[in-house]
């Protein structure tokens, strides 16, 4: 399969390092133009080269925004009036114990997490269906389906990505413009990356070895056994935001390893 995303322009969201740039560097060896957004002009300037190093004839633009907030999207949009591919990946996350969770820190959760993404695709889809053709997906999470006691508000706005995903979906039935969710597992992004570092360190093992320890640990329904890679994460979002995939649509495509124990 060739997929060929060339004349399209993609927004992927929180996309300087980890599952985003992944995705944009896909989008973007598709033939896509990419735009990056980060919070700061230095880690979207940093990213840009990154790009621009691995693919030096990608079309590749970046605009600083904290999409957390109202007015962070609303200056993304004035900055990118228009895109093709809407990619909400911008996601935060952590551990904490239900009753230590205060009423400020489930709202910035669910502003960063959830906000963000609907109003970014409230301001994009209407462009999209008037030229019958567009592509929106949601980063959701097993999480938002095996929702961890130590994270019941990260997994909480996992699921609202799940809700918001299938429902604009349906909002969008008959035009050219898809909506789907993507729900990778344990991944090896920067992030766990780092959480993990101290303790290959200790352990004289690679960082990719106590990854694998962790989900035989705490996932064990992993198929693979695994954590994946940001890369496998990144091909689902590529083919769903391909020609090629315009019969999935209101879909929640697990890149999980097989940790939820389903077979729907």
């Known amino acids: 399969m060739h997929i060929d995303l060339t004349h399209k322009t993609a927004l992927i969201s929180g996309s300087t390092i980890g599952i985003g740039f992944a995705i944009a560097v896909g989008l973007a060896e598709s033939g896509a133009s990419v735009i990056?957004?980060?919070?700061?002009?230095?880690?979207?300037?940093?990213?840009?080269?990154?790009?621009?190093?691995?693919?030096?004839?990608?079309?590749?633009?970046?605009?600083?925004?904290?999409?957390?907030?109202?007015?962070?999207?609303?200056?993304?949009?004035?900055?990118?009036?228009?895109?093709?591919?809407?990619?909400?990946?911008?996601?935060?996350?952590?551990v904490k114990d239900f009753f230590e969770i205060g009423d400020d820190e489930w709202t910035r959760f669910y502003e960063v997490n959830v906000l963000s993404g609907v109003r970014l695709s409230r301001a994009y889809a209407p462009a999209m269906v008037q030229q019958d053709w567009g592509r929106i997906v949601f980063i959701s999470s097993e999480s938002g389906l095996n929702i961890p006691s130590d994270m019941i508000h990260y997994g909480f706005t996992k699921t609202a990505n799940l809700s918001v995903s299938r429902g604009l979906a349906k909002r969008l039935a008959g035009t050219g413009v898809t909506v789907n969710a993507v729900l990778p597992g344990p991944t090896l992004s920067d992030g766990l990356a780092a959480a993990f570092s101290e303790a290959a360190g200790k352990a004289g093992q690679t960082i990719e070895q106590v990854a694998t320890a962790f989900?035989?640990?705490?996932?064990?329904?992993?198929?693979?056994?695994?954590?994946?890679?940001?890369?496998?994460?990144?091909?689902?979002?590529?083919?769903?935001?391909?020609?090629?995939?315009?019969?999935?649509?209101g879909a929640a495509l697990r890149v999980d390893g097989g940790t939820v124990d389903t077979i729907a």
């Open 36 to 94: 990056l957004n980060g919070r700061t002009q230095a880690s979207v300037d940093a990213a840009i080269a990154a790009l621009k190093a691995r693919l030096p004839a990608a079309i590749v633009r970046g605009v600083a925004a904290d999409l957390g907030t109202a007015e962070g999207c609303a200056a993304l949009c004035a900055a990118e009036p228009h895109v093709d591919i809407l990619v909400n990946n911008l996601g935060i996350y952590g």
């Open 215 to 249: 989900v035989k640990a705490k996932r064990p329904s992993s198929i693979i056994g695994r954590a994946a890679t940001v890369e496998e994460v990144a091909n689902m979002v590529v083919y769903v935001c391909s020609q090629q995939a315009s019969a999935t649509t």
